[in-house]
């Protein structure tokens, strides 16, 4: 039995439900830092512009405000769950 619990990408941190964390709708990543978060966007390819769009979240455009400041709201998974 694998664990499916929701993982960091930039610490491999395990998340746990109700703490604050960055997220990129678009891949479905999260991420401590947002600094690492915008450094990958970039390294795949993203220019600072469309950055800076991303991560507007105060944007009324539709292809705006995908990078933002969120509280995990899943629960662990069953095997972590009982660790």
């Known amino acids: 039995m694998n664990c ?25 990543e999260y991420y401590d830092s947002k600094i ?11 220019s600072k512009e469309e950055v ?3 991560c507007d979240v105060d944007s009324d ?3 705006a405000g995908y990078i933002f400041w969120t ?5 662990s998974c069953a095997i972590c769950s009982f660790n």
């Open 4 to 28: 499916q619990c929701t993982f960091t990408k930039d610490t491999n941190r395990r998340l746990i439900h109700d703490e604050g964390v960055f997220f990129n709708e678009i891949s479905g």
């Open 52 to 54: 800076r769009i991303a």
């Open 36 to 46: 690492r978060l915008i450094i990958d966007c970039l390294k795949e390819g993203m």
């Open 61 to 63: 455009s539709n292809e």
């Open 71 to 75: 509280t995990f709201e899943e629960d």
